[in-house]
T-cell receptor, first 108, second 115 residues
């Protein structure tokens, strides 16, 4: 049983499309992180959320604590957005549970 | 302004040898996390350390793996008597105030290959 489920697992989009990646979790959490892993393997933290919504450039992240669900949106997608997007939840002060990731490919 | 520094970036070991992976957190960060990413799999939490203390090691295999974060110097993840199944990318991340309240910064990872 995986505490964190992401969908879709793979996503191909045309440049310019609006993209949504979903994350559902089954445990109570204190925070949720969205991470981006590029083909070279490096990982970047995009957002940390404990409630509501955050926006950074073309990226928007929302979280609904009651429904145990978070979404990552990319507006006006671009080929450089191609990466694996990972949802990570923090059920306590200590550890993480990671989703299996969503592999996004944006075609020019 | 260096980010999280991990070394070596690539390490090749033969079965039975020891692997030592180092992680220097961002300046001022006292919270360090180690994660493992097996080939074709997702990230898995291994251990959470603060200076001189192991806070949570529930993700660490019980044998052969150990981690430390001394008062001075980098955090070290040590794997003794490596086996082929230890081949993976090992990522370190650091945080100023902990993952529930602070942003997380990742290193580039150390890729261990066991022959």
């Amino acid at each position: 049983k995986n505490e964190v489920e992401q969908s879709p697992q793979n996503l191909t989009a045309q440049e310019g499309e609006f993209i949504t990646i979903n994350c559902s979790y089954s445990v109570g959490i204190s925070a949720l992180h969205w991470l981006q892993q590029h083909p070279g393997g490096g990982i970047v933290s995009l957002f940390m959320l404990s409630s509501g919504k955050k926006k950074h450039g073309r990226l928007i992240a929302t979280i609904n604590i009651q429904e145990k669900h978070s979404s990552l949106h990319i507006t006006a997608s671009h080929p450089r957005d191609s990466a694996v997007y990972i949802c990570a939840v923090i059920p306590s002060l200590k550890k993480f549970y990671f989703g299996t990731g969503t592999s996004l490919t944006v075609i020019p | 302004n260096a980010g999280v520094m991990q070394n070596p970036r690539h390490l090749v070991r033969r079965r039975g040898q020891e692997a030592r992976l180092r992680c220097s957190p961002m300046k001022g960060h006292s919270h360090v996390y180690w994660y493992r990413q097996l080939p074709e799999e997702g990230l898995k939490f291994m251990v959470y350390l603060q200076k001189e203390n192991i806070i949570d090691e529930s993700g660490m295999p019980k044998e052969r793996f150990s981690a430390e974060f001394p008062k001075e110097g980098p955090s070290i993840l040590r794997i003794q008597q490596v086996v082929r199944g230890d081949s993976a990318a090992y990522f370190c991340a650091s945080s100023l105030t902990g993952v529930s309240t602070g942003e997380l910064f990742f290193g580039e990872g150390s890729r261990l290959t066991v022959l």
